[in-house]
């Protein structure tokens, strides 16, 4: 069964910086397309960042782009995102989830996703 567990999550001050690490089990992150996804209370699910499963092709939601680098370490099968300049509306649940196909940006069409992780941007 196809696990993909994200960590990095926490307390952030605002101006300052996160990284976010996605590790899935077998192969997944090598080898499938991979996204994070934010949902803030109240607020619909939004579409954060996405690569290609070759890690070539990167896409950033405009909320992030310009402050956000995704990237993936096949090797050690892990996807991270990194964000600086982070603002309390980053404050969200952070998930992570994996595709082999459809719209990058459309969270329904993700097969796998992880659990979540908390970040919370304070003043």
């Known amino acids: 069964q196809v696990q993909l567990v994200e960590t990095g999550g926490g307390l952030v001050q605002a101006g300052g910086s996160l990284t976010l690490t996605c590790v899935g089990s077998?192969?997944?992150?090598?080898?499938?397309?991979m996204g994070w996804f934010r949902q803030a209370p109240g607020k619909e699910r939004e579409f954060v960042a996405a690569i290609s499963w070759e890690a070539i092709t990167k896409f950033y939601g405009d909320s992030v782009k310009g402050r956000s680098t995704i990237s993936k370490d096949n090797t050690k099968n892990t996807m991270t995102l990194y964000m600086e300049n982070v603002k309390p509306e980053d404050t969200a649940v952070y998930y992570c989830?994996?595709?082999?196909?459809?719209?990058?940006?459309?969270?329904?069409?993700?097969?796998?996703y992880g659990q979540g992780t908390q970040v919370t941007v304070v003043s």
């Open positions: 989830a994996a595709r082999n196909f459809g719209d990058f940006y459309d969270y329904d069409q993700y097969h796998f």
């Open positions: 077998d192969h997944t992150v090598r080898t499938y397309n």
